[in-house]
């Protein structure tokens, strides 16, 4: 886990990256990709966006790169400023950091984010993506639209962060601080520790992806 602000924005940095493209594939391939081929009359989600000259973005055409540059902007800013302290309190709340094993205490963390963030970033996307070229802007169709969205996106957020996306952030965030913390805690047992109690339950969860990167993170800490 983070243990100061450098950490901590850096830790949201990765995780921003994966998600933001992970629901950008999620919302222009899933959710809308069918509409988007139907209505082009193209056979592929990608001939679509250049068929109809981009995603549609506040009434504008924009690339899809575009679209990923701002739904970063505003989760980064969101995730600084409210889903990592949040989440953190929250969970605290409910389990002492001091006495709950990492594994429950960090499971905590990552449902409480997917609380936060997930109706707050459909909120945002609903305002982006309203259609105001077809329609004149109306509360009861945003509020519709982002009933819809949250609809779509919580149990996707939910179980990606929960069993993907998390576990690899963790995982990546250790590995890049896992050296300096040894040589502050001389023979690292604490890091060790928590990283075998992980590779269990991901062993448990059979996850073996996971699992995998834990055994390398848990040779590199034993070297």
Same mark, same amino acid.
């Given at each position: 886990?983070?243990?100061?602000?450098?950490?901590?924005?850096?830790?949201?940095?990765?995780?921003?990256?994966?998600?933001?493209?992970?629901? +950008?594939?999620?919302?222009?391939? +899933? +959710?809308? !990709?069918?509409?988007?081929?139907?209505?082009? !009359?193209?056979?592929?989600?990608?001939?679509?966006?250049?068929?109809?000259?981009?995603?549609?973005?506040?009434?504008?055409?924009?690339?899809?790169?575009?679209?990923?540059?701002?739904?970063?902007?505003?989760?980064?800013?969101?995730? =600084?400023?409210? !889903?990592?302290?949040?989440?953190?309190?929250?969970?605290?709340?409910?389990?002492? %950091?001091?006495?709950?094993?990492?594994?429950?205490?960090?499971?905590?963390?990552?449902?409480?984010?997917?609380?936060?963030?997930?109706?707050?970033?459909?909120?945002?996307?609903?305002?982006?993506?309203?259609?105001?070229?077809?329609?004149?802007?109306? +509360?009861?169709?945003?509020?519709?639209?982002?009933?819809?969205?949250?609809?779509?996106?919580?149990?996707?957020?939910?179980?990606?962060?929960?069993?993907?996306?998390? %576990?690899?952030?963790?995982?990546?965030?250790? *590995?890049?601080?896992?050296?300096?913390?040894?040589?502050?805690?001389?023979?690292?047992?604490?890091?060790? !520790?928590?990283?075998? =109690?992980?590779?269990?339950?991901?062993? *448990? *969860?059979?996850?073996?992806?996971?699992?995998?990167?834990?055994?390398?993170?848990?040779?590199?800490?034993?070297?």
């Amino acid at each position: 886990m983070p243990e100061n602000q450098i950490q901590r924005m850096i830790f949201a940095l990765i995780t921003v990256v994966i998600t933001v493209h992970a629901y +950008v594939f999620f919302s222009l391939y +899933v +959710v809308n !990709g069918s509409l988007l081929m139907q209505v082009s !009359g193209q056979d592929s989600v990608l001939g679509a966006i250049r068929a109809l000259g981009g995603v549609e973005l506040f009434g504008r055409r924009v690339p899809v790169w575009g679209i990923v540059a701002v739904e970063f902007c505003f989760a980064y800013l969101l995730e =600084c400023v409210m !889903g990592s302290p949040v989440s953190f309190r929250l969970a605290a709340r409910v389990f002492n %950091p001091c006495e709950t094993h990492p594994v429950i205490f960090e499971t905590a963390v990552i449902c409480a984010t997917a609380a936060l963030m997930c109706p707050s970033m459909s909120l945002i996307a609903a305002v982006l993506y309203y259609p105001y070229s077809c329609h004149s802007f109306n +509360v009861l169709t945003l509020l519709a639209n982002w009933l819809r969205l949250v609809c779509f996106n919580f149990p996707f957020a939910f179980f990606t962060q929960l069993f993907f996306i998390q %576990p690899f952030v963790r995982t990546v965030f250790r *590995l890049i601080f896992a050296r300096r913390a040894y040589r502050q805690n001389r023979g690292g047992k604490n890091a060790f !520790g928590t990283v075998r =109690c992980m590779a269990s339950v991901a062993q *448990l *969860l059979l996850f073996p992806g996971i699992f995998f990167i834990f055994e390398i993170e848990k040779s590199c800490l034993l070297l």
